[in-house]
């Protein structure tokens, strides 16, 4: 059956598919990662109570709310972990997972973040791609399908990746740090994040920081990012990039090398490993910057060019890491230009000198 329905709030996660607030929508839904569909919200939070819309601003959500996200698993460390159901129907209760729309059935909260949304199934989102006919096939995120056998072509671009201990190490604030120096040097800059959940916050920040063009894997119809699909996603994305000859690349791996979102099966792709100029290790303090270097070093091996993160927050810090594990260490918010600096360096790119820009 399909209907027609006016929405209160359109997650970013739909962004590719253009939607307005008033939609079709269908009960007969597909129970596959990236559908879209149209809940109704039928609680109140306090806290991880914001949802992002397509605009990239945060909404506030409330009971009552009518709401556009998409299905999609989730298994975060400091957030909400769970999994698309088997089937799916009209009435049916679901959990907002994520602050980006992402809707499930919740398996484990995290005491922070309090007990998600519950919201109750309307239909799935319909469109209609057939030029004068009434044909209404479900909505998906994503403008187009991932290729999983897409090539990897750099064209030369210098790239650098950051890779983090954890989810919430700095890895967000390290890269638009050192987009943001890149810029200020007359570099051209492309990002974009090869992995984690959907949402788009992190490459609007880079964007924010003076990256020229950024992707998400939410483009290529993710919703959550595996060992599986890491790979291929990165490709593809630092292919698509480097067709627009940037003088460098930054990419975030978002979670952590331990997570499972397919970090470490990206670090273990040699191809992708011959395309890193630099790698930034993100650490929340010394002992997982000491494991974080270890394990690049060791499972991938990769040599660091640079630590930042908490563990340099101070000088204590940067100094336990300088002298115990002979890494440079910066922090990304109190010492970012000289970050950048290092950086800019250590992959050997023709920056304009700070003098000339400053004249």
Not at 48 to 70: F, H, P, Q, W
Not at 86 to 109: E, H, P, R, Y
Request: proline share 4%.
């Amino acid at each position: 059956m399909m209907k027609s329905v006016v929405v209160d709030k359109i997650a970013s996660i739909t962004q590719a598919a253009g939607l307005s607030r008033e939609l079709r929508i269908s009960t007969d839904i597909p129970s596959e990662e990236g559908v879209i569909i149209v809940v109704e919200i039928l609680t109140n939070k306090s806290t991880y109570n914001t949802l992002e819309l397509t605009s990239g601003r945060m909404a506030k959500l409330g009971k009552g709310d009518i709401v556009v996200g998409a299905l999609g698993h989730r298994k975060a460390l400091f957030g909400y972990s769970g999994h698309v159901p088997t089937a799916l129907k009209a009435g049916d209760v679901i959990q907002m997972l994520n602050i980006g729309g992402v809707l499930g059935i919740c398996d484990s909260v995290n005491p922070d973040k309090g007990t998600p949304f519950d919201c109750r199934v309307l239909g799935v989102v319909l469109q209609f791609p057939y030029l004068g006919e009434r044909i209404g096939v479900p909505a998906r995120a994503g403008y187009r399908n991932l290729d999983y056998g897409a090539a990897l072509d750099t064209r030369g671009v210098p790239v650098v990746a950051l890779a983090g201990t954890c989810m919430e190490a700095g890895k967000t604030a390290a890269a638009c740090s050192i987009v943001s120096r890149m810029r200020h040097r007359g570099l051209v800059v492309d990002a974009f994040k090869a992995t984690g959940v959907s949402l788009r916050r992190d490459i609007l920040a880079m964007a924010d920081a003076g990256a020229r063009n950024t992707m998400i894997f939410t483009d290529l119809g993710v919703i959550t990012t595996t060992p599986q699909t890491g790979p291929a996603l990165t490709r593809t994305m630092l292919t698509e990039l480097a067709a627009g000859k940037p003088d460098v690349i930054v990419f975030e791996l978002g979670d952590g090398m331990m997570g499972t979102y397919g970090v470490d099966s990206i670090l273990s792709c040699d191809d992708i490993k011959r395309s890193l100029t630099g790698v930034v290790l993100s650490a929340n303090d010394p002992v997982a910057a000491w494991g974080g270097v270890k394990m690049l070093r060791e499972r991938f091996g990769i040599e660091p060019c640079v630590v930042t993160g908490p563990a340099t927050d101070n000088a204590v810090g940067v100094d336990i890491i300088r002298q115990q594990m002979n890494v440079a260490a910066f922090n990304a918010l109190s010492a970012g230009a000289a970050l950048g600096d290092h950086i800019i360096e250590a992959v050997g790119l023709h920056a304009k000198p700070v003098e000339a820009l400053a004249g």
